[in-house]
């Protein structure tokens, strides 16, 4: 009896299906939720590949359930976690020696690093300084400062996502070994350190307290508390104030809460003329 040629065909995951999961992974916070975070979203982007690599029924179901399991990293360092696990659902697919388990501790253990580096390189370094740099157009009275921003910092996420899925997928489980070592820790800390370096610089650069209560009139020079502060240390309060801020959140205080009496200390000085 002649073998069917079509029943031992592998099959491969093609760049219709990678390019679906691409722009599924726009939605991914969509049906973000606070019991499993976002598995939704990762069960939503992988169906494209599920569908070309399960046949409707059993395998098709658990594959699917498996990917509704607790999940939660960085939403643009998503990508190469969809591009490896697409990767390792095709040798599962195709009968290789990769089973549910496998790729569901691949998952886990991708989640926590990629989430170090990205949280302190996209929320801590590159949304901040492109933000400043809009806000300073901004300032101006020119609509290219909050266009710039929208236009760089999408360029930046959807860039990622289109790189980093292909990137996975192409890799598959070599990219742990790729991420082994020291790497990820040395990428991850040098991430932080520059997300705090840009972070000190844009306090000086954009929180201002002015107290313009006069200390001495001398023939038509005013010298207020202001004056002196900015001689013996410019920008002194406002980096005070960021250190009592951190200290404040450290002891978990409320966020909100320092918001809050923030802007009542901020109005209250105004009126009473303390503060500028």
């Known amino acids: 009896m002649a073998e069917n040629p079509t029943r031992n065909a ?102 926590g690093p990629l989430a170090g580096v990205g949280d302190p390189l996209f929320w801590g370094t590159v949304r901040p300084v492109l933000a400043a740099l809009g806000a300073g157009i901004a300032m101006t009275g020119s609509l290219l400062g909050p266009l710039i921003f929208f236009v760089a910092i999408n360029t930046i996420r959807l860039g990622c996502k289109w790189y980093l899925l292909r990137y996975g997928y192409l890799k598959g489980n070599e990219i742990i070994q790729d991420m082994a070592g020291d790497r990820i820790k040395k990428l991850t800390r040098g991430a932080a350190i520059t997300g705090l370096f840009t972070m000190g610089a844009l306090v000086c650069k954009w929180t201002t307290i002015n107290i313009p209560i006069v200390v001495t009139k001398i023939k038509g020079k005013t010298t207020t508390v202001q004056n002196i502060l900015d001689s013996v240390l410019p920008g002194m309060l406002a980096l005070v104030l960021t250190l009592f801020v951190a200290w404040l959140l450290k002891k978990g205080v409320n966020p909100l809460l320092i918001i809050i009496v923030i802007f009542g200390i901020g109005i209250l000085g105004k009126c009473c003329g303390f503060l500028e």
């Not at 990508?79 to 496998?102: L, R, S, Y």
Request: net charge neutral; hydrophobic share 45%.
């Open 10 to 111: 592998k099959k491969t995951l093609s760049n219709k299906e990678l390019t679906s999961m691409y722009i599924r992974s726009w939605f991914l916070l969509g049906s973000f939720n606070f019991e499993r975070v976002q598995n939704m979203g990762f069960c939503f982007v992988m169906i494209p590949a599920i569908k070309k690599l399960y046949a409707p029924g059993k395998e098709r179901n658990e594959a699917l359930e498996r990917h509704m399991e607790w999940f939660n990293t960085h939403p643009w360092l998503t990508a190469p976690i969809f591009g490896v696990t697409a990767a390792m659902e095709e040798e599962k697919a195709n009968g290789g020696e990769v089973d549910g388990t496998a790729i569901a501790a691949m998952k886990i253990g991708l989640m």
